[in-house]
């Protein structure tokens, strides 16, 4: 027993040790892993107000390109069918050796049911500017859904060449070929974005944003992405490593090599809000209590002897159910859309007749219906969601942006999102509580454009409708101080009469 009590002590210390030397290891291990996670690419993640201040030409370029190619086909064919435009509230820039890529989500392609696209430009030193479109093909569920990076396809918009860069002596890879993936990475990427305040401070400078209401700090995240690199053929091409053309060979991302820098890295660029907006419509619509009354709806619009609006608000309730409640007044002809918010309710849906009763004179007679969403919709749509910021929310998952305003009408499903909560809140302020019974100047001149600039603008033509109604939407008001609605409008892709997806207008 005196033995052991002797050698307790160095069995002690000898444990002692062994944990230190494995503390160590653990240190050791950890800084390896932060040395092999070292950045290998930072993006700059801008808004478009932000992109605007601070590099204003590059800011119109991609307004210009985004009004181009809305109208790409219309004076081809007349339909639209490839046209486009361009996500401008989320920008990606990369910054290279010799050039930057900025990069946007594309919105409203055709070809967005089999791909996710992004619009690039990429924009050199010397000034020469060259866009290009990146298809990446989605996978279905059975593979789990994302993206497929190794079929991804680059296309050249309006003719332009792969880094076509000028003043170059040598051959020029892709003078008269078309961008190839050669490979994908996966690569340490860290993404960073700058305040919302009127200051724009970037990472790790400081900002007043943690204290204050109206802004929000920067933020930095880091993680494993996939990138994809891309050369491009034809023209002769080096493949040593040793090219200075720009273009496919070589290139240092050293700023004091003689190499130019090359060749084009992109990392995928997802519209997160537009992304969860879209999400959330097609988990709505495909509901089956919300899907049965659309179906419901569908009926009564194309019913010739149905001539009042009818809908439900919808609940969301804890355990994902859906609780319905129809309006709060129906008559002996029908239903009479005229909801009363309630704590929980997320979900507005009504439809329009094609016909409906007009009382305004001394004799009812039918009118026409418009299929779109009408002045006093978009008012009930700011107040619901100024009502649900002042209420007592008791559903977990529920949050302030779930709200949505379905419509159901003759040319189609629309619906409004909340697109900006802050410039919402200000119109509501700015048009008043109740136009109806008390309506402001503000109001007044409001209505008076809508009237003007969405219904007079094109009668019964309803396909003019649907797009001077969205375009009202995204347009500056002399009456909300030249802002916006702060509100989106999404539309229903129905195929063989299913919900499969919603677009933004």
Known sequence: ??????????????????????????????????????TDLIIHIESGDHLRYLHPAVFRKLVKTSKHTKMLQVAKDGTGSGAYSLALNTIQIIHRNTYRQYTTPVLNHAEQDLYLINYILIEFDDGDAYQFLIKYPRLGNNQG????????????????????????????????????????????????????GPERHQWGEQCPCANLSYCTMPTRTCGWQTVSIWSC?????????????????????????????????????????????KSKLLEYSNTTIIKDKLSDLGQKIFNPNYHLEDGAMYKRLADGQFLERPPDVITDLGTEFIPEFKIGEVVSLHMHPQKAWDYSGTV????????????IDIHKFLKFRKFRTHTNEDITDNNDNDIVAMLASETGIYALVVGDDVKMDQALTALGNDPLQNPTRNWTSFEKKFNMDVLDECGDNNDCLVKKCAKFLKSRHQELDNQSLGISMYQAVIINGEIVRWKKL
Do not use: W
Not at 4 to 30: E, G, M, N, Y
Not at 252 to 268: G, W
Not at 364 to 375: E, G, M, N, Q, T
């Open 1 to 38: 027993m005196k033995q052991l009590f002797k050698t307790l002590p160095f069995i002690a210390l000898i444990l002692v040790l062994i944990v230190i030397a494995c503390k160590h290891d653990d240190v050791t291990r950890h800084d390896e892993q932060v040395q092999a996670q070292e």
């Open 364 to 375: 009812p007679i039918l009118r026409k219906v418009s299929p779109i969403f009408s002045k």
């Open 145 to 196: 859904g994302g993206i497929d990076y190794a079929n991804a396809i680059m296309e050249s918009i309006d003719g332009e060449t792969l880094l076509q860069k000028s003043g170059i002596d040598g051959s020029r890879p892709c003078l008269d070929g078309v961008p190839e993936l050669v490979n994908t990475v996966q690569q340490y990427i860290c993404e960073t974005t700058r305040c919302t």
């Open 233 to 277: 053929t034809g023209g002769g091409a080096g493949g040593t490593g040793q090219g200075n053309d720009g273009t496919a060979s070589g290139g240092s991302n050293d700023p004091d090599d003689v190499i130019q820098d090359d060749p084009i890295l992109t990392v995928p660029l997802i519209d997160l809000h537009d992304a969860n907006i």
